[in-house]
Every structure is written in C-alpha cells, then in structure tokens.
C-alpha cells in the first residue's frame, strides 16, 4: 500500500477547540503509516508542496470570509482539497459557488484502503473494528500527535483533557440549532473505553474528559454511558496527580428531559459543572424546578447558556439571568449564566439583529459583559450593579453610549449618567420613541438631531461615544 502525504488544514478563526473532524482524519492515515502535517491559516510553503491529500474543515458560518478565503487559498495548489465541517455541512451549495468545490455533508465515515485491517491489528482500536466497518474515520479516536511543536489556542485543554463523546445528533429539530441537518441520525452510545486506551498509551493520561453530546439524554442507554465514565476513573471524588478530576458534558443537558433520576446518577461521576441551556423565558418554570432537583441532589456549580436575540426580548433575558443570581443568593450556589448571542445557521456575519432587539441594545449586552468577562455576575449585588436593579434600568443601560456603559464608574461620578437620565427622563412618549428608534443603528450611526430640542439634547450624549475608551 502506498503511503500518501497529507496536509490537514484549519483556517485561522479563533477556537476553544481543536477541530475534531480533522483529528480523526489524522488517526486513520496515521494508522496507515502515512505523513501527515497540520497548519492553522495560510502558509504558501505548505501549500506549493506535492500533497496527495488535502484536508480542510470549517466551523461557524459567521466565519464565511475567512473559510472560504482559505479554502481559495490551498485550490491554488497542484490537488484540490476536500472540504468538511460545520460551514460546509450547512451551506453546501453556496460553498461550492464560491470556491468551484463540492464539500462533505455530515460526519466523514471515508473507510481509506487498508484503514479497517490496520484497526483490526491494534490492540485497542481491535474492539472498535465493527464500528469502523460501519462508520469509517468518523468511529475513530482523535490524534494528539498532529499539533506537536505547533502553537494552538486550545493547548491547555489538549494537555489536559480527552475530547469524545458517548453519542451524536439530536432528536429534536430545533430552529435555532444545526444539528438535526449536520447529524439527522440519533446514535444512542458510542464507545469510550477503547478510544481512551488508545490515546492514554500514545499520548499520555488525561485528568479531564470533555464529552461533545448534542443530547445524551435522549438516549436509552444513559445508564450505561454513566456507568463506563465511572469504570474508567471518573467518579465522584476521584483525583489525577492530586487534582480533582473533571466530566464535562460540554453542550449542555436538555432540561426538558432531565430527570431526579438521571441527576442522582451523574451525581456518581465527578461531572463539573453541570450543564443546563435556558433558551427561552418560556421555561423559566422547568429551568427553576431542574436547578433545584440538580442542588438537591448534591450539584452546587452549574453552567448554564441563556440564548438570545433568537425570539426573546430584552426583558426576556434581563429575567433569565435574574433567576440564577436570585436561587444563588438563597442557596449558596453557583450557578454561571454566559449569555450566549443568537446568530442564524445560514448567517455569513455576526451582525443579525432579531425583531426583538436593536443593534443598540445588542451591542449594550456585549459592553455590559466585556467588563465581567462573558459571565453574568452570580451574586445578586454584583449582577444588579453591571445588569441593573430591576428590568426598567437595565432597558436604560443597554441603550446608553457605549462609553458609558463600559467605564460606567466614571461617567457616574462625572455626573454624565445622571445627566442623561435626566434628559432621557424628559422626553414624552413620543419623544422617547423617536430618539430611542434615533439611536437604535448602534455606535456611529445616530443622527445629531430630531424634531425637537429634548431629543436634539438626547442626542448630544451619543455624539462622542466612540471616543476615548
């Protein structure tokens, strides 16, 4: 069989994490004894090589410019690439109008000459062979190896943790979400123990282990998944070099399906933190009831991603992040609440505005958690002073200048602020409606004047926020 040389790219987009598909594409030519070579962005040295195989993956749609800029880049080159991901998978025919490529749709289940007998001679992998037969490179564990000696962003959490997961898809069909398209079939249990040992003897133990499940609790087999966590040494309590260990299912837990039963039984995995998803007030109810059964059952850190500008308003998420910093108060819990932006599928930017929302107050948000670091604050003073005291002062901070909101301190003891609630306090309705629709395009786009001397007053405010900050 002849080896092949393979270039694996990613393009430079910032990541928390590794780009998983392209790691078990190393796997498979690896076991086939083959040369591969990974490279964040473009690099004209590896492009004009003589590659028999090159592999690019993509992620976030909003990431468009600089995927497909990349994938322009390496189809000068003497082969052209195969394109996969995320991106690919869910704007396939734009992707290919832009770049004269046909990508990969959905997980890469590709079985390489030679892949399957190469697994059957391993140790480890041997045990797995049925599923490679049936999944190709998709069943495959990922590959450490390929960002040796390569600066990465996500260099502590391949030091210190495995990446897999225990099952793929979704049986819901979401609106907001990409995973019913990407991944249509639900796959109730994926193997742990054979992938693990595989990697812990190539490449070290791991003290952590972060899971990728879209939904595993959709999956009859939950108790079995809990019980292999356990079995391979992450049970409550347990500790790597001293440090205590941590099972991350890092895409959340479906709280419409959380049971008392399923949080007692990962309460005997060392599971940190607990991860919940409030993407709608609607669910307030059952999102306060799971918190509780979660505290109840011995969970005091808890994640939880609170979506928006989907089909919320601002009020909408202002309650939402109430409730968490409200049950921590009484409770003495943790409970994190990242505010998360909704940005649709098929978006090719990050500047999606729902109906709900204006950029202005979009933009207020993210100036609010540039200062807490993306994380609503979780005791209940420290949120009420960066969110407001009760929902009207928040709606007034998300529509301020920028400037004010992000060095509010000094614009308080300025007496800026006071002066403009002062102004935007004497506007009538009318007025109020007219200057706030004035300002709603966000920073560097709010007219100098309106119909009368009270918003003409208002409007001075946002002259000079884009200043000295």
Not at 76 to 105: M, N, Q, R, W, Y
Not at 194 to 216: A, E, F
Not at 218 to 240: C, M, N, R
Not at 442 to 465: M, Q, W
Request: hydrophobic letters at 35%; aromatic letters at 10%; charged letters at 25%.
């Amino acid at each position: 069989m002849k080896t092949e040389k393979v270039l694996l790219v990613e393009p430079a987009y910032p990541n928390k994490f590794p780009p998983l598909g392209l790691m078990k594409i190393a796997t498979a030519h690896r076991l086939r004894g083959d040369e591969v070579t990974f490279c964040r962005g473009n690099n004209a040295t590896l492009r004009d090589k003589n590659w028999d195989r090159i592999y690019i993956t993509t992620l976030f749609t909003f990431h468009w410019n600089l995927a497909i800029g990349t994938i322009n880049y390496y189809s000068k080159g003497k082969i052209k690439p195969l394109v996969g991901g995320v991106l690919a998978s869910l704007l396939p025919e734009d992707l290919a109008s832009e770049t004269s490529i046909i990508p990969h749709v959905g997980p890469y289940t590709e079985k390489l000459p030679g892949l399957v007998e190469k697994v059957g001679l391993n140790n480890e992998l041997s045990k797995i062979k049925d599923i490679v037969v049936d999944r190709g490179i998709d069943a495959l564990p990922p590959d450490y190896e390929m960002f040796h000696s390569i600066s990465v962003p996500y260099d502590t959490l391949l030091r210190n943790s495995y990446l897999l997961r225990t099952t793929r898809g979704c049986m819901r069909d979401c609106a907001f979400c990409g995973v019913k398209r990407m991944e249509p079939t639900y796959e109730e249990r994926l193997p742990l123990a054979p992938l693990i040992s595989y990697m812990t003897k190539k490449w070290g133990d791991r003290r952590n282990l972060i899971l990728l499940d879209d939904n595993v609790l959709f999956s009859k087999k939950f108790d079995s998944i809990v019980d292999e966590l356990y079995d391979l040494g992450f049970k409550a309590g347990s500790k790597h070099n001293g440090h205590r260990r941590c099972v991350d299912f890092n895409q959340g837990l479906d709280i419409r399906l959380l049971t008392k039963r399923h949080l007692k039984k990962l309460s005997t995995i060392e599971l940190r933190p607990l991860r919940l998803a409030f993407d709608s007030y609607s669910l307030h109810e059952t999102y306060t009831k799971k918190i509780m059964l979660a505290i109840d059952c011995g969970f005091k850190e808890i994640s939880s991603y609170v979506l928006y500008n989907y089909n919320d308003t601002p009020s909408d998420l202002y309650n939402r992040l109430l409730i968490g910093c409200q049950i921590n108060e009484r409770y003495k819990s943790r409970i994190y609440s990242f505010p998360m932006k909704y940005i649709p599928c098929s978006s090719k930017d990050r500047h999606y505005i729902s109906a709900y929302w204006t950029r202005r107050q979009i933009r207020g948000v993210q100036c609010i958690l540039n200062a807490t670091h993306g994380i609503a604050p979780t005791k209940l003073d420290f949120f009420k002073r960066a969110f407001g005291d009760n929902e009207d002062r928040f709606l007034r901070i998300i529509q301020m200048p920028e400037n004010y909101i992000i060095k509010r301190s000094e614009y308080l003891s300025s007496g800026q602020i006071g002066v403009w609630n002062k102004d935007y306090d004497s506007l009538s309705t009318s007025e109020r409606s007219e200057a706030l629709h004035l300002i709603s395009g966000g920073k560097n786009r709010a007219p100098k004047s309106g119909t009368t001397k009270k918003i003409n007053a208002f409007l001075c405010h946002y002259v000079d926020e884009y200043h000295n900050y």
